[in-house]
């Protein structure tokens, strides 16, 4: 069985004051919440003190990106090793953001998905198309060239710390989501991908998020869905109630 995961990508919001409060709301809300696996992640600077307001909760922590490089003369990285001495579990590595603005490529992907597994992080690897993508009909080509360049290289027992998240460009900040059939669709699509290319049990046992646009009004039509097993959330993630309805799916 796989746990689902809820994750808040709070991008660039919140002072480490912001953040921490938030956390502590947060924390109230959730706290009979054992069947999901919730995580939040916060820009690096208020990584420690969020870290140090999660103690006995059963939240956990994500930084938005990482180095592959331990240490070394790269001014303004941050390693994988220091992620994990702030408090980190987890790590989001190639979100559509990082790749549009920022250069990131499915080799950098690859590099900081390896970094991050072997510094004993989760590493929440993202793919997804852009609307032009998806309008010709490029779709799985886009996501199956993500995922082998993202993922190449890793072994069934890596795939423990792995978490794929599937985020539709056009549906990321955009108050669109995905239909739920469109999700499963792809969802689908990259667990036969997975199989074909790592095996069925990796397949089987690693988690595919769905990002984009989701809300406490959609969460649990796409948790419905068999091969969406947790969600990627943005916006609806930046406050404590909202972040809360949406962990508590369930009901
Ligand atoms: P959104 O962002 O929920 O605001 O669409 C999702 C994401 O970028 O991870």
Known sequence: MRKPLIAGNWKLFKTIGEAVDMLNELKSLVSNNKEVEIVVAPVFTALSSVSAATAGSNIRLSAQDCYWEEEGAFTGEVSPKLLKDAGCSHVIIGHSERRQYFGETDLTVNKKTKAAIAAGLNAIVC???????????????????????????????????????????????????????????????????????FGKSVADAVRILYGGSVK??????????????????????????SFAAITNFKG
Do not use: C
């Open 127 to 197: 793919v997804g198309e852009s609307l032009a993508e998806r309008e010709s009909e490029q779709t799985f080509s886009v996501i199956e060239t993500q995922i082998h360049g993202g993922l190449a290289g890793l072994s069934e027992k890596m795939f423990a710390q792995v978490i794929v998240a599937y985020e539709p460009v056009w549906a990321i900040g955009t108050g669109k989501t995905a239909s739920e059939d469109q999700a499963q669709e792809v969802h689908i699509f990259i667990r036969q991908l997975l199989a074909r290319l």
């Open 216 to 241: 406490p009004e959609n969460v649990k039509g796409l948790m419905g869905q068999p091969d969406i097993d947790g969600a990627l959330v943005g916006g609806a993630s930046l406050k404590a109630d």
